[in-house]
């Protein structure tokens, strides 16, 4: 059980283009979901909280007008990247919490975003 | 606001050695995790401590919570090639409910055979 997929797992767009990555809860409700940023050799900075139903909240740093968060139901949360660039090439990972438990959180595989 | 270090950052182990990486959080954490984070891979959850003085053991990684839940512990003994991997410990803050994760820089474990 507590199974996140993410899709696409890769994806190549050029410099302007917007993408959408989504994440979804396979066997259970989250009611909170979190994306993380992940660049080369480095560590896991989170980006956003989204809670089911209501906006995001974005960390210190975060663009929300370029990194544009929905979490339209308990088993999907999307991150489109706005207006990409080449900067914004990173791996994009996606967590989820269920409602059952104030701590845990599950994985997805993650999303390498290259833009050219 | 919160920040989690990990040390040592890199670490080199002659297979069969015992190692250990550190966290250390500037505030005091509800709880904390440890994930493995193979090349190329995302990572995956290994343990979590919720209590004040909580040790946990999974065959050959033992996980340690600090008294003050400000820091912790993992330990690997005999070290095999499939521990190669990146270490990181993540907390959770005391006064979040959402159950926001803060990451350590991550420790970087190369075993050689």
């Known amino acids: 059980g507590a199974v996140v997929s993410q899709h696409p797992s890769w994806v190549i767009c050029k410099s302007g283009t917007s993408v959408k990555i989504e994440c979804r809860s396979l066997?259970?409700?989250?009611?909170?979901m979190f994306w993380y940023r992940q660049f080369p050799k480095q560590s896991l900075m989170l980006m956003a909280t989204s809670n089911e139903g209501s906006k995001a909240t974005y960390e210190q740093g975060v663009e929300k007008d370029k990194f544009l968060i929905n979490h339209a139901s308990l088993t999907l949360s999307t991150l489109t990247v706005t207006s990409a660039h080449p900067e914004d090439s990173s791996f994009y990972i996606c967590?989820?919490?269920?409602?059952?438990?104030?701590?845990?959180?599950?994985f997805g595989p993650g999303t390498r975003l290259t833009v050219t | 606001g919160q920040q989690v270090m990990q040390i040592p950052q890199y670490q080199h182990v002659q297979e069969g050695e015992d190692f250990t990486t550190y966290c250390n959080s500037s505030?005091?954490?509800?709880?904390i995790q440890w994930y493995k984070q193979r090349p190329g891979g995302h990572p995956v959850f290994l343990i979590q401590?919720?209590?004040?003085?909580e040790v946990k053991k999974q065959k050959r990684l033992t996980f340690q919570f600090g008294e003050a839940k400000k820091n912790s512990s993992l330990h690997i003994t005999a070290t095999q090639t499939t521990d190669v991997g990146t270490y990181f410990c993540a907390g959770g803050g005391e006064s979040d409910s959402w159950g926001k994760l803060q990451f350590g820089a991550g420790t970087q474990v190369v075993v050689t055979p």
């Open positions: 967590s989820a919490r269920p409602g059952t438990s104030p701590y845990e959180q599950y």
């Open positions: 401590l919720v209590k004040s003085g």
């Open positions: 066997d259970f409700q989250a009611t909170t």
């Open positions: 505030t005091t954490l509800s709880n």
